[in-house]
């Protein structure tokens, strides 16, 4: 599973016992892969500063958490025909997600601990928000340069009567330059090929003989071409709509068509141009966005910690990867009953959803009698 529990419960002699409990429980259940998540010791300050700090380091972990994931999708996005290899893009410090997060080590020297946390917190904030910028413009330009190319391809790829003509038609179909004669273009229907044969130098008059030509063809019908003199045009139309020929508005225009193309060959080049730059950015800043969301993981369960357990610091933060999400409420019920001693209050609400504690908001979504943080590794789902 892609899912992590970070808990944490106090340091004391009968606290590690209770994680030792927990340990042989989850293992002879086949429950979860249970390490040690070890957090240095940080600049305490003072309780009211550190109330602050648990509701900012809330706000930046989701925001984390999002920028990980729009950080992601646009991976998959760049990808393209490539998305197989999304994960393998994906790294952390040039390691898997999983590897990662089960073998983390405080960033000393991009996160020094002799700081303030309140430092500590601001220079991941700070770094966070210049990704998230430079994220936006880097996918913004990106995204335009897709999508004009995407446009323009859809326009070769519909039918005949709403596709691009440039790239099917060349010179050699028109009667240029000419005063008096002027060349269509027709779509016909495939069953009705041998009628157009028949008929089209006697729709109107003054239409060149044997002039016709298929020129292209999709799963409904040609494109043919005809030639006649202007000043019958508006009576070949209306009598070839009779027939259920369709006349496709289209004038042959050189210095148009190749800018049509010039332009397809630009945009193809800008966007090849652009692929490689930008999915090496990608992989390099979501590898810095991740794990700076991993270390504020760490200073959650730091912060939360001590406003639950008080002071000195003292406790014990473990990672849990449950093995399966079906062994997810067996997991949940072993916690809850090996530190249900460190709220027994709270703890015999888990036992009993329907209980009200005066001042207390507690449900068994959101509410442990240990500190408990969740990790889902699942970014693309």
């Known amino acids: 599973m892609s899912e992590f529990w970070l808990i944490s419960a106090p340091g004391d002699k009968e606290n590690l016992q209770a994680l030792e409990r927990m340990n042989t429980v989850t293992s002879k259940s086949n429950l979860s892969y249970n390490t040690k998540f070890v957090i240095p010791d940080f600049?305490?300050?003072?309780?009211?500063?550190?109330?602050?700090l648990s509701?900012?380091?809330g706000k930046l972990d989701s925001f984390a958490e999002s920028l990980i994931k729009r950080m992601a999708q646009s991976v998959l996005e760049v990808l393209e025909d490539s998305k197989g290899k999304v994960q393998e893009n994906l790294l952390a410090n040039g390691v898997d997600l999983t590897s990662f997060v089960t073998h983390f080590e405080w960033d000393m020297a991009k996160y020094p601990v002799k700081q303030p946390l309140a430092g500590v917190v601001d220079t991941l904030a700070k770094q966070l928000a210049q990704i998230e910028t430079d994220l936006k413009s880097r996918t913004a330009a990106y995204s335009t340069l897709k999508a004009t190319l995407e446009n323009l391809e859809k326009k070769s790829m519909g039918n005949l009567f709403t596709r691009t003509?440039?790239?099917?038609?060349?010179?050699?179909?028109?009667?240029l330059d000419s005063e008096y004669l002027i060349t269509?273009?027709?779509?016909?229907?495939?069953?009705?090929y041998m009628q157009w044969q028949k008929t089209y130098e006697s729709l109107s008059d003054m239409v060149v003989p044997r002039s016709t030509k298929l020129i292209a063809e999709d799963g409904e019908g040609g494109l043919f071409t005809v030639t006649l003199f202007r000043k019958v045009i508006d009576d070949f139309k209306i009598k070839a709509?009779?027939?259920?020929?369709?006349?496709?508005?289209?004038?042959y225009d050189e210095n148009e068509i190749k800018r049509e193309r010039d332009e397809m060959t630009r945009l193809l080049s800008d966007k090849k141009q652009q692929y490689g730059p930008l999915l090496r950015w990608l992989k390099v800043n979501f590898s810095e966005a991740f794990i700076a969301w991993i270390h504020i993981k760490a200073l959650r369960v730091f912060v939360e910690s001590v406003l639950r357990y008080g002071l000195p610091v003292n406790f014990q933060a473990v990672l849990l990867q449950p093995h399966k999400k079906s062994a997810t409420k067996r997991l949940r019920e072993v916690l809850n009953s090996v530190f249900r001693h460190l709220d027994q209050v709270a703890a015999?609400?888990?036992?009993?959803?329907?209980?009200?504690?005066?001042?207390?908001?507690l449900s068994n979504q959101d509410y442990f009698p240990y500190v408990y943080f969740h990790i889902d590794l699942g970014l693309l789902d």
């Open 184 to 192: 269509l273009l027709v779509i016909v229907p495939k069953p009705s």
């Open 165 to 175: 003509l440039s790239d099917i038609v060349s010179k050699e179909d028109f009667v």
């Open 241 to 251: 709509k009779e027939n259920k020929f369709t006349v496709r508005e289209f004038y």
């Open 55 to 57: 509701d900012e380091l």
């Open 348 to 361: 015999a609400s888990l036992l009993d959803a329907s209980v009200e504690i005066p001042g207390l908001q």
């Open 43 to 52: 600049k305490v300050g003072t309780l009211d500063s550190l109330v602050g």
